[in-house]
């Protein structure tokens, strides 16, 4: 289960995706999450999949790669789904003890499981095709504006960076902690969902140690390089627009254009 876990993860491949500017990354994940939760009808929805679908096909990651993250939120999945199936008011398709499906309901419930999935796969691509370092550089160039409001950009580019590198890191620190404890008799595989959410309480122990103990070698790490935040800071490898780049944002643009044409229309 955590091996599933792709959040955080880089992929690397030679693709037009890899290669576009993180800022159009960006730019682009932000629209496409605009336009899956402004899409409410087939057409629309429909559209934003078969978008989506020609993206994955250009990044050159194995599909199968990305699905394999999906296994780790299913539970959450089901509860979204059931929660809009069962508690929303509209005409009775079915009814069974306490609880009762309506038209709206399984609407509902299919529509935003569908867009959790697609929007999970969404924003996964973008950290799959797009490295820690490139990342923090693109969200300070693009959020550079709020500088002026005295807003600490490149301090929050780094903590989210930070963040993202260190989720494939505790996961592999948690799959050896489990491995060891296995070792030693531990049973983490039998019993019901409550009984392996109580054999994963000692987990949290050795996990909160090494999380705590990484943190303090990369402040300790950090301080001994000088490091004092983005004022004056130079790049190995600035960020500089190419032609693809500009030829993504006018694609970009059609498409949100052409979306809400249709959005309009239909």
Known sequence: ??????????????????????RVKLF???????????????????????????????????????????????????????????????????????????????????????????LIIGTSLMTLTTTPNQLTDGLEKSLGFMKRAGVPVHEISMMMSIALRFIPILIEE?????????????????????KKAKNMVPLLVPLFVSAFRRANDLSFAMEARCYNGGEGRTKMRPLKYSSLDQRAYICIAIYLIVFYSAKVIL
Not at 99 to 107: A, C, E, N, R
Request: charged letters at 15%.
């Open 28 to 118: 682009g994940t932000l629209i496409f999450i605009i336009t899956l939760f402004s899409a409410n009808n087939v057409i629309l929805f429909g559209a934003v999949l078969i978008t989506l679908i020609g993206i994955i096909k250009m990044s050159h990651v194995p599909f199968s790669f990305m699905v394999k993250g999906l296994r780790s939120i299913i539970i959450l999945l089901i509860i979204a789904g059931l929660f809009n199936l069962f508690l929303t008011p509209g005409k009775t398709l079915a009814s069974f003890w306490i609880f009762t499906i309506s038209d709206v309901g399984l609407k509902n419930a299919v529509l935003m499981t569908s867009r959790m999935v697609l």
């Open 1 to 22: 289960m955590l091996r599933e876990i792709t959040l955080g993860q880089y992929y690397p491949a030679e693709s037009v995706l890899h290669s576009l500017d993180p």
């Open 174 to 194: 948690t799959d050896k902690i489990m491995k060891a404890q296995m070792a030693r008799g531990a049973d983490f595989e039998s019993g019901g969902l409550i």
